[in-house]
């Protein structure tokens, strides 16, 4: 048993560090692409960001939507309603934005990703490039990578809006707080270091989250089965990467 | 040819509407550029005790706010803390006996510096100062409490 669980634990170490050489590699020609191809990153940044939009900006309207209910409701015990812009946007800046935008964000983007570069492994194109003396890193997982890169932080931004509207449609519009007390209280209690702190997260959730899919997709076993278990795996690997860290973080910033 | 324009035309709207939400962030939901624009004078005041008063904390005058703090230091020569805040230049006509007293906006708000105007014909300036017995310190709950304490303790001892 001791021997399995030793096993176990080499195999992951093993793994680990093959994922941060991967990432190296994948850095190393990060440059390249963007100097010279920065094509094919913009059609990922497509794929990857423009058309999460919308599910994003959904989300992002009725997540600031029900922070400003919750905060409402429960703010108004202490007669302090107009502090829920305050606390919404504190909220969404700091912590649902960079975090629910990163799983929609792994959930929609991420899995396509990762069975994309999986069922082309399937089907030996990445082979096939081979052949041809075309790097599939570069042609294939780089500017996938680069795409969800750029795409993250952006994405994050536009879901924190959306939400500050949102939470602005419910408090204002909907239960009648003063429109002037709810900026005026926002723009008191968010600092730019707040704004700051989930531009970081944003980004290196961006990293953390198409780094997984890449590297999930490029190691999934080359068949149907292998392709599904990849794209799940994608998930769930980045869920619990991105909670921690969103932890990690927060921890250093305060 | 066509779909690749479609492609970019998306591409460049979602990086435009992602920039503009990043600047709207930083520049509409804090409060960090409402008094960068106008004109302003610097003054300084010295405090025994400033409390927890923070930079960027408002200055305000008859529950408006006129001012923002700059920096709160402690003065190696006096012994003092020194608190220096600006005032914006359309309030040119504040007496310089003018008392500054460290108040909390509610039970448990943060600390803002309110002034209360005096009867001097001279006005405050750049560079102007507020000298201790026109400065009131933050109360420290604990001071209180442990006045509050002694005071008791002293009657029961004369009893």
């Given amino acids: 048993m001791f021997r399995e669980l030793y096993y176990t634990f080499v195999e992951f170490l ?9 990432f190296l590699r994948l850095l190393s020609h990060s440059p390249y692409i963007i100097v010279r191809r920065f094509g094919l990153v913009v059609h990922q940044v ?7 939009l ?3 900006m959904v989300c992002g309207l009725f997540v600031g939507g029900v922070l400003g209910l919750q905060g409402y409701s429960n703010l108004s015990k202490f007669n302090a309603e107009d502090a829920v812009g305050a606390v919404a946007a504190l909220g969404l800046i700091k912590e649902l934005g960079p975090v629910i935008t990163a799983l929609l964000f792994s959930g929609r983007a991420g899995t396509a990703l990762a069975s994309e570069i999986g069922l082309m492994k399937a089907t030996d194109q990445l082979s096939a490039m081979e052949m041809m003396a075309i790097s599939p890193m570069q042609r294939v997982l780089v500017p996938r990578f680069l795409g969800g890169v750029i795409s993250m932080p952006l994405l994050a931004a536009v879901f924190t809006v959306v939400g500050l509207f949102g ?15 709810f900026w005026a209280q926002m723009q008191n209690a968010v600092e730019p270091g707040d704004v700051y702190e989930g531009i970081i997260k944003s980004t290196v959730f961006g990293v953390v989250a198409s780094l997984l899919a890449v590297w999930e997709g490029y190691n999934a076993i080359p068949t149907a089965e292998g392709v599904g278990r990849a794209t799940t795996r994608t998930v769930v690997i980045t869920a619990i990467s991105i909670l921690i860290l969103d932890f990690m973080i927060t921890a250093i910033s305060i | 040819m066509q779909q690749t324009r479609a492609v970019e035309f998306g591409t460049g709207l979602f990086v435009l509407l992602g920039l503009a939400a990043l600047f709207f962030l930083t520049t509409q939901t804090t409060g960090n550029n409402a008094f960068s624009s106008g004109e302003t004078y610097e003054v300084q005041a010295y405090f025994e005790n400033v409390g927890s008063l ?3 904390a ?7 706010t006129i001012g923002r703090v700059t920096a709160v230091e402690f003065d190696p020569v006096s012994l003092e803390a020194r608190v220096t805040f600006v005032i914006e230049q359309k309030y040119d006509q504040i007496p310089d006996d003018t008392d500054a007293a460290i108040l909390t906006s509610g039970l448990l708000g943060s600390q803002y510096i309110g002034l209360q105007a005096g009867g001097s014909e001279t006005y405050l300036e750049d560079g102007s100062e507020i000298d201790l017995p026109f400065t009131q310190s933050a109360i420290v709950l604990e001071n209180l409490i442990s006045k509050y304490l002694f005071s008791a303790g002293g009657e029961d001892d004369d009893e």
């Fill in chain 1, 46 to 52: 497509h794929n990857a960001g423009a058309l999460s």
């Fill in chain 2, 54 to 56: 923070k930079n960027r």
């Fill in chain 1, 54 to 56: 919308v599910i994003i």
């Fill in chain 1, 14 to 22: 093993r793994t680990f560090g093959a994922l941060q050489l991967f």
């Fill in chain 2, 58 to 64: 408002p200055v305000s005058m008859s529950g408006v």
């Fill in chain 1, 167 to 181: 939470a602005h449609l419910v408090g204002v519009t909907l239960l009648g707080v003063d429109a002037g007390a």
